[in-house]
């Protein structure tokens, strides 16, 4: 039997297994993402329960098995993401940051910078920072976990690093603007965009303070990096979907908002 050993972790997902106990998955900085198997978690006062609550981090006591299911002992440390946990909108985002992870590498993995970036991101979206453009930073700078390594630094045929650019699937990466002819195929897309997204893949969650983008550029973002990850990774998340819906609800409130208001003044 393995011996007992402890790592940081973050909550990946919990489902349940049978009536009393669930399946826990959690992406350990020691040992990758590890899926457990957690008897009784359904038990009232069961000590475990608050460490494998969603959107939880904790240091996790168990045996971690390289095959099958692993075992979880205890935990201490727990740290929940308690605004995460309230807010149904920042969730939304935390979700599909933790999916993607998921996606990213194999379980068994070890990727402590990956692991540092999560919870980084994280830590973020519960200090209250603007949660698109997280999920931006991380969409891009995790790109390279799926087999994908674009060039935003310089032009990719003259290496010139000032001006405009598009970005170009002929080149995989960004052209300036005097060598757009050269890819008819490519984006087409807003400098300022393309500018903010060179930005993202190489700034540091440590060095944010404070950044506001307008709603339209924040949309012209998103059309670009769903097209990189429509081309270039091809995974369709629910939690994705779910954004999408959730924001064209936002969108029809604040219609209805506008459209009482209008009502209410004439």
């Given at each position: 039997m393995k011996n007992v050993v402890e790592s940081k972790g973050i909550i990946l997902f919990t489902k349940d297994y049978k009536e009393k106990d669930k399946l826990v998955?959690?992406?350990?900085?020691?040992?990758?993402?590890?899926?457990?198997f957690v008897k009784g978690a359904h038990r009232k006062n069961n000590p475990l329960t608050p460490a494998i609550m969603p959107y939880?981090?904790?240091?996790?006591?168990?045996?971690?098995?390289e095959e099958g299911l692993s075992f979880l002992n205890g935990a201490k440390y727990v740290s929940p993401y308690l605004m995460i946990q309230k807010d149904i909108f920042i969730a939304a985002y935390a979700t599909y940051l933790l999916n993607l992870c998921d996606a990213a590498i194999e379980d068994r993995v070890y990727d402590p910078n990956l692991y540092t970036f999560l919870e980084q991101a994280?830590?973020?979206?519960?200090?209250?920072?603007?949660?698109?453009?997280?999920?931006?930073?991380f969409e891009i700078q995790i790109l390279q976990r799926f087999?994908?390594?674009?060039?935003?630094?310089?032009?990719?045929?003259?290496?010139?690093?000032?001006?405009?650019?598009?970005?170009?699937?002929?080149?995989?990466?960004?052209?300036c603007e005097r060598h757009?002819?050269?890819d008819r195929r490519r984006y087409g897309a807003d400098p300022l965009a393309i500018h903010l997204i060179r930005q993202f893949s190489q700034i540091s969650y440590q060095d944010i303070q404070s950044i506001k983008?307008?709603?339209?550029?924040?949309?012209?973002i998103r059309q670009i990096i769903d097209q990189l990850?429509?081309?270039?990774?091809?995974?369709?998340?629910?939690?994705?979907?779910?954004?999408?819906?959730?924001?064209?609800?936002?969108?029809?409130?604040?219609?209805?908002?506008?459209?009482?208001?209008?009502?209410?003044?004439?």
């Open positions: 998955k959690i992406f350990t900085e020691s040992s990758g993402k590890l899926m457990f939880t981090k904790a240091t996790y006591m168990g045996r971690f098995n994280l830590d973020h979206l519960e200090d209250g920072k603007d949660p698109e453009i997280i999920t931006n930073i087999g994908t390594a674009f060039n935003w630094h310089s032009c990719q045929i003259c290496s010139e690093t000032r001006g405009k650019f598009d970005f170009s699937p002929k080149y995989h990466g960004i052209l757009f002819s050269e983008l307008k709603k339209e550029t924040k949309q012209l990850y429509e081309e270039y990774v091809g995974i369709h998340l629910k939690s994705k979907k779910f954004i999408e819906q959730m924001n064209e609800w936002g969108q029809i409130m604040q219609r209805d908002a506008q459209t009482q208001e209008k009502q209410e003044n004439d």
